[in-house]
């Protein structure tokens, strides 16, 4: 019993480890900050839309920093946003144009998801960085009943996401990328943009490549 | 990396799968529908009392989605129970678990169905007590009490465990604010008095009563320092019919000391409708016995 615990315990904290490894800090103008993950060895990190706008209307906020997980912080630029499905995605850039070694998130499956398959969301909750919760899916499609958008495919976790998490990554139990975290929906219960819906915007934002 | 983590995951997602096929979605009421449990393979479906919000109309959503009108066989509001009738059959029942598997720290699901597909979410045992009495009045076998949250639509849905099993009925009206699971043997006992009468029965004496202080002499002799007086005896009830009258103090019926009204709803059980039992009194300070009938709740 205890061994089988120990066990668990290790391998959450694997999880953890592997994923902070593609989790980034998002800092907009004087603005608190998000979450966000690397996508691509390149510099290409998504996070959600309302990390990077003005509170009020949806101007895109500039001056936006990348806290890197060694701690460097580099400027980005926002390449494209949908304010509909709170994705965004930024370019990492350097004075010099080099860009220190990244670890672009392994993607996972988000149209396989089960009901009551082990999950973990990494971010920046109130400025920690790389914190953690784990829980399970509730359960993933568009006929969730607290969902914000009707028709959208969206990923519910038994989780507390806090303030920080928006745009961080949601991991299965292989630290693979399945969702972003983006709001709560009541005190436990988080709410997800599923994988393939980033994907698939990433892929129509750049013009497919590297995601 | 150990496989434990991959396997938990792996054996949560199949516990809810196993359990899927004996999830309903039960529509009966204006907003979200919520959850119900097939109970036999004869199309009858348990789920919440106060999830339905109307006694006709109302729709039941299968695992292979099929979806069928259903008959309100009877409600037991005092435990948030409510059982339905459906055409469907051969509908494939939940293996069930009684509560002395459950352990406080076990990992357990709360599963429903309030749309298409089954949702869960995870929790461990919190409390697991005595019997005890919903604010309602209704009798409880045993005190469950997790920390899974109560999604949206979950009420009568199932709490399972680690092996998949149903364990009880997870309810969010019987308290509020805690996540509360009807265990199998109040579900059992329920669901016959619901089949057989269309409602949950209970003995009746027709008297409406306050715990009252006994005098010291009596006190002594009977070991209980409170009896119920009588503040009213309703005309042509079992109690009046037995004897009893107002100003009277109920200090035992059959046998059982009445020391609090708890204790009078607790011996009012449906086994003694018809029943006759020795009621003991206090009148005019002396201790009288009589026999009474009790009828059955109105």
């Given at each position: 019993?205890?061994?089988?615990?120990?066990?668990?315990?290790?391998?959450?904290?694997?999880?953890?480890?592997?994923?902070?490894?593609?989790?980034?800090?998002?800092?907009?103008?004087?603005?608190?900050?998000?979450?966000?993950?690397?996508?691509?060895?390149?510099?290409?990190?998504?996070?959600?839309a309302?990390?990077?706008?003005?509170?009020?209307?949806?101007?895109?906020?500039?001056?936006?920093?990348?806290?890197?997980?060694?701690?460097?912080?580099?400027?980005?630029?926002?390449?494209?946003?949908d304010d509909g499905l709170d994705v965004?995605?930024?370019?990492?850039?350097?004075?010099?144009?080099?860009?220190?070694?990244?670890?672009?998130?392994?993607?996972?499956?988000s149209l396989?998801l089960?009901?009551?398959?082990?999950?973990?969301?990494?971010?920046?909750?109130?400025?920690?960085?790389?914190?953690?919760?784990?829980?399970?899916?509730i359960g993933a499609g568009p006929d969730l009943p607290e969902s914000p958008g009707i028709g959208r495919d969206w990923i519910a976790?038994?989780?507390?996401?806090?303030?920080?998490?928006?745009?961080?990554?949601?991991?299965?139990?292989?630290?693979?990328?399945?969702g972003m975290?983006t709001m709560?929906a009541?005190?436990?219960?988080?709410m997800a943009v599923p994988a393939h819906v980033i994907k698939e915007f990433?892929?129509e934002?750049?013009?497919?490549?590297?995601? | 990396?150990?496989?434990?983590?991959?396997?938990?995951?792996?054996?949560?997602?199949?516990?809810?799968?196993?359990?899927?096929?004996?999830?309903?979605r039960?529509?009966?009421?204006?907003r979200l529908p919520?959850?119900?449990?097939?109970?036999?393979?004869?199309?009858?479906?348990?789920?919440?009392?106060?999830?339905?919000?109307?006694?006709?109309?109302?729709?039941?959503g299968?695992?292979?989605g099929?979806?069928?009108?259903?008959?309100?066989?009877?409600?037991?509001?005092?435990?948030?129970?409510?059982?339905?009738?459906?055409?469907?059959?051969?509908?494939?029942?939940?293996?069930?678990?009684?509560?002395?598997?459950?352990?406080?720290?076990?990992?357990?699901?709360?599963?429903?169905?309030p749309g298409k597909n089954?949702r869960?979410?995870?929790?461990?045992?919190?409390?697991?007590?005595?019997?005890?009495?919903?604010?309602?009045?209704?009798?409880?076998?045993?005190?469950?009490?997790?920390?899974?949250?109560?999604?949206p639509g979950?009420?009568?849905?199932?709490?399972?465990?680690?092996?998949?099993?149903?364990?009880?009925?997870?309810?969010?009206?019987?308290?509020?604010?805690?996540?509360?699971?009807?265990?199998?043997?109040?579900?059992?006992?329920?669901?016959?008095?619901?089949?057989?009468?269309?409602?949950?029965?209970?003995?009746?004496?027709?008297?409406?009563?306050?715990?009252?202080?006994?005098?010291?002499?009596?006190?002594?002799?009977?070991?209980?320092?409170?009896?119920?007086?009588?503040?009213?005896?309703?005309?042509?009830?079992?109690?009046?019919?037995?004897?009893?009258?107002?100003?009277?103090?109920?200090?035992?019926?059959?046998?059982?000391?009445?020391?609090?009204?708890?204790?009078?709803?607790?011996?009012?059980?449906?086994?003694?409708?018809?029943?006759?039992?020795?009621?003991?009194?206090?009148?005019?300070?002396?201790?009288?016995?009589?026999?009474?009938?009790?009828?059955?709740?109105?």
């Amino acid at each position: 019993m205890t061994t089988l615990l120990s066990q668990l315990n290790s391998d959450l904290g694997e999880v953890a480890n592997k994923a902070r490894k593609s989790l980034v800090q998002v800092a907009a103008g004087r603005r608190g900050s998000g979450s966000g993950v690397i996508l691509g060895a390149d510099g290409l990190v998504v996070t959600n839309a309302h990390v990077v706008s003005e509170r009020k209307g949806r101007r895109p906020m500039r001056d936006l920093r990348v806290t890197l997980p060694a701690g460097a912080v580099v400027a980005a630029r926002l390449l494209a946003k949908d304010d509909g499905l709170d994705v965004a995605v930024l370019q990492i850039e350097t004075p010099d144009g080099e860009l220190p070694e990244l670890h672009p998130i392994e993607l996972g499956d988000s149209l396989a998801l089960r009901p009551g398959q082990w999950v973990m969301a990494m971010g920046y909750s109130w400025g920690v960085a790389g914190a953690a919760a784990g829980g399970i899916v509730i359960g993933a499609g568009p006929d969730l009943p607290e969902s914000p958008g009707i028709g959208r495919d969206w990923i519910a976790v038994d989780l507390s996401l806090r303030p920080g998490y928006s745009g961080g990554p949601l991991v299965d139990h292989q630290g693979r990328l399945i969702g972003m975290s983006t709001m709560m929906a009541g005190l436990d219960v988080g709410m997800a943009v599923p994988a393939h819906v980033i994907k698939e915007f990433v892929k129509e934002a750049i013009g497919g490549g590297t995601a | 990396m150990s496989t434990v983590l991959p396997e938990l995951s792996e054996a949560l997602a199949d516990a809810v799968s196993k359990a899927a096929a004996g999830l309903v979605r039960v529509e009966g009421r204006e907003r979200l529908p919520a959850t119900g449990i097939v109970w036999d393979a004869e199309g009858l479906i348990l789920t919440a009392h106060h999830v339905l919000e109307r006694d006709e109309n109302i729709n039941v959503g299968f695992e292979d989605g099929e979806t069928v009108t259903a008959e309100l066989v009877g409600r037991d509001p005092a435990t948030d129970l409510a059982l339905l009738r459906t055409t469907k059959r051969d509908s494939s029942i939940p293996a069930w678990a009684g509560p002395e598997d459950l352990r406080v720290g076990h990992m357990v699901l709360a599963l429903g169905r309030p749309g298409k597909n089954v949702r869960a979410t995870l929790g461990i045992v919190s409390a697991l007590g005595d019997s005890w009495r919903t604010p309602a009045g209704g009798p409880v076998d045993r005190y469950l009490q997790t920390d899974t949250v109560m999604y949206p639509g979950f009420s009568g849905g199932p709490l399972v465990d680690a092996q998949g099993r149903f364990v009880g009925l997870n309810t969010s009206a019987l308290l509020r604010g805690v996540s509360i699971t009807v265990p199998v043997p109040t579900l059992n006992r329920v669901v016959q008095d619901l089949s057989e009468h269309g409602s949950v029965r209970r003995a009746y004496l027709g008297v409406g009563a306050q715990p009252n202080r006994l005098p010291d002499g009596i006190a002594d002799e009977l070991g209980q320092e409170t009896g119920l007086l009588l503040v009213s005896v309703e005309q042509g009830s079992a109690a009046e019919k037995g004897g009893l009258f107002l100003g009277d103090t109920l200090v035992s019926l059959g046998g059982t000391p009445v020391r609090h009204m708890d204790d009078l709803f607790t011996s009012l059980d449906s086994g003694l409708i018809g029943k006759s039992i020795t009621a003991r009194i206090l009148r005019s300070g002396r201790l009288e016995e009589l026999t009474v009938t009790p009828a059955v709740h109105p």
